[in-house]
């Protein structure tokens, strides 16, 4: 048997690569590790069938045998503790990884996601333009903070690509279209070498595909 991730019928960000399951799915390439998908729709999500998997009644989720896990961040975590290739061997450069991926969640995609959700919130309020203001600062102030740390490094840290990498650029991937990650040149270049994986590349192609169909399908 092959691990199990759901995964939005009909993801709202139209196959950009950007709903959760993304990041599930390029671990999974990274470490060659077959996997299938079911599809859930918004409705389904919220069903006592779901909502035994995710309590949050989200995706993505992960099954693997009597396992079942939810969070992109602990499942990504998990596959990386079981596969070679996300983690390094040694322990403080692993133990350097696994903060990394830590930080990418807890640090920096935070500031991001307000950013990102503001508009939807309270886009139009008369006050929102001050507010927005005030959300880019302080997701400029991660960015610069992370600037100076990766410097000309093609990695978070000086070495070979790992699970915090993985995370970071697609929480960074986030900003997409935003005009504020552009104004840094080694981010947008790190987030260029992740996209340029060819697990990365197989992932956002299958992801790519769901919308696709879902778009076919008029879902």
Not at 9 to 25: C, W
Not at 46 to 61: D, E, M, R, S
Not at 104 to 130: C, F, H, K
Not at 200 to 209: D, E, G, L, P
Request: glycine share 8%; net charge negative.
């Amino acid at each position: 048997m092959v691990p199990i991730i759901t995964a939005f019928e009909s993801s709202p960000d139209g196959g950009q690569g950007l709903a959760r399951d993304m990041r599930v799915r390029w671990a999974l390439e990274e470490v060659g590790q077959p996997y299938d998908v079911r599809l859930v729709s918004f409705e389904a999500m919220k069903q006592p069938a779901h909502l035994a998997l995710h309590p949050f009644g989200q995706i993505p989720t992960f099954e693997d045998g009597d396992l079942a896990l939810f969070e992109s961040g602990s499942i990504v975590f998990h596959i990386a503790q079981h596969h070679a290739g996300l983690l390094p061997e040694e322990p403080n450069a692993r133990a350097r990884a696994i903060n990394w991926l830590f930080a990418a969640l807890n640090t920096v995609e935070p500031p991001i996601v307000e950013l990102e959700q503001s508009r939807y919130m309270v886009g139009g309020r008369p006050w929102y333009g001050d507010l927005r203001a005030v959300l880019e600062d302080r997701v400029r102030c991660r960015l610069d903070q992370l600037a100076r740390r990766l410097g000309d490094a093609e990695w978070l840290d000086g070495g070979a690509f790992s699970a915090g990498d993985l995370m970071m650029v697609m929480v960074l991937r986030r900003l997409d279209g935003m005009g504020i990650r552009e104004d840094y040149s080694n981010l947008s270049a790190y987030v260029a070498s992740g996209e340029a994986r060819p697990a990365y590349r197989r992932a956002f192609a299958a992801q790519k595909a769901v919308a696709a169909s879902a778009r076919s399908q008029g879902l």
